[in-house]
């Protein structure tokens, strides 16, 4: 937007904006992007939440649609300056069909990125995820790595599958030529205010008498990121892609904060040990080889029961494989090429993520 222009008020859109990393973007939008004159937020499903934000002095409009219907996509894109795509089918569960999932994650993508290209929206973030790299389906360990660290990704889960392709589309721009600015946010596993599989874990621990038993052993990396971050990098990512388009036009960007390396299990204990869980055993106290059988048998049951019933539990051979393999991120990409630096410590984000946990955990809410 032109020098003269400066005090131009800018017209944002966050798709998938009342999910859990979108309500985030939404919030951050209001409070740390000074230029925002009109904040539009897509999703399939409208939070009630959205109604406070509404009397605040930057005009919220909530829009209900569905990024799968192209012409739904295009109006509300029309007359936008950013697009903030987070909208996703965010399934690993077999909740649903790869059908939809390929539908809502490369088609959705894909009318998002047409719609920008129609009505001459200039810039546009895409959430991408490390699910795009890894873990790969050979188990192969991802330990630290960067964004040019050589790894061999293998998909074949529909989620990895989908997102791999969404974010390809969205490099395909650039070699396309056109003038639409993009860049894709890998974040690893997310976490913080609003995520469901805490919350669960913490209810599972409740109803076992405020005990979980391990099951992944200890050495076992998984990379996460607190969502107030994810959200801080995407307005931040967004707000710089006009001043440093060469530079970011068609890049990808792990996202990452001072949040420590642990095994999934240890890290949730961050959180869920503060509000009195305990994880029982220095080793996993389960064989692997029992693990790998329940998760096969979670298959077949969910198989068998879909003509009755969704079926759909934590464990499986794919969630199994992905809480098993150790892949972490250690770059400062994002702070080299848009001057990333996380907004909130790991202190501030652990300290949240427990108020939250504390305040919600044990509610219906
Ligand atoms: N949760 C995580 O750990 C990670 C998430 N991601 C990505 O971040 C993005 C957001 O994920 P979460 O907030 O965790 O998921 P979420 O399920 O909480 O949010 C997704 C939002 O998209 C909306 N949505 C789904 N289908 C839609 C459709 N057809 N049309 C319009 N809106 C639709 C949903 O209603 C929801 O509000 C996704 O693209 C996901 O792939 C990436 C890495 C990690
Ligand atoms: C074997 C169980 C013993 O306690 C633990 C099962 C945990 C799994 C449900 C999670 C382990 C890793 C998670 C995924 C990971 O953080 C990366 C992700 C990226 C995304 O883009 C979406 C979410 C997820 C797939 C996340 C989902 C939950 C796990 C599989």
Redesign the pocket.
């Known amino acids: 937007m032109a020098d003269s222009a400066q005090a131009q008020k800018l017209v944002y859109l966050v ?9 985030h973007v939404v919030r951050m939008l209001l409070q740390r992007e000074p230029r925002l004159g009109e904040l539009r937020v ?4 409208l ?1 009630p939440w959205l109604e406070e934000l509404k009397t605040g002095p930057v005009r919220v409009t909530a829009i209900q ?5 192209a012409h739904e996509v295009a109006a509300a894109v029309a007359g936008a300056h950013v697009v903030i ?6 399934d690993v569960f077999g909740r649903a069909s790869p059908k939809t999932i390929h ?3 490369v088609q ?1 993508t894909r009318n998002v990125i047409e719609a920008c290209v129609q009505t001459g929206t200039r810039f546009l973030v895409y ?5 795009v790299v890894g873990p790969n389906t050979k188990g192969h360990p991802f330990y630290r790595g960067n964004e040019d660290t050589p790894y061999e990704a293998v998909h074949r889960h529909p ?1 990895p599958c989908s ?1 791999a392709l969404a974010e390809w589309l969205m490099g395909l721009l650039v070699c396309g030529g056109l003038p639409l600015v993009t860049c894709a946010l ?6 913080g205010e ?3 599989i805490m919350r669960d874990f913490y209810r599972q621990g409740l109803r076992l008498g405020g005990r979980l038993f391990r099951a992944i052993p200890a050495s076992v990396e998984h990379g996460r990121v607190y969502v107030g971050n ?1 959200a801080w990098m995407h307005v931040l990512a967004a707000r710089e892609l006009e001043r440093r388009a060469a530079r970011m036009g068609g890049q990808v960007y792990f ?1 990452y904060d001072g949040s420590p390396y642990k095994s999934y299990e240890d890290f949730n204990m961050e959180f869920l040990g503060p509000c009195g869980l305990r994880l029982v055993g220095t080793r996993p106290l389960v064989p692997y080889w029992l693990l790998v059988f329940l998760a096969a048998l979670n298959v077949l049951l969910q198989w068998l029961l879909r003509p009755l019933l969704l079926y759909a539990p934590l464990l499986n051979p794919y969630t199994l494989a992905m809480a098993n393999t150790t892949f972490t991120v250690s770059t400062d990409k994002a702070q080299r090429h848009f001057g990333y630096e996380p907004l909130f410590s790991w202190e501030d984000s652990r300290t949240r993520t427990i108020l939250w946990v504390q305040a919600t955990g044990g509610s219906a809410q």
């Open positions: 798709t998938g904006g009342c999910g859990f990393l979108g309500e897509f999703d399939l499903h939070g649609g569905d990024v799968t219907q795509h987070t909208a996703g089918l965010v539908e809502v994650n959705g959430t991408s995820s490390m699910e989620y997102k890998r974040p690893t596993g997310i976490y609003g995520h469901q994810v996202c």
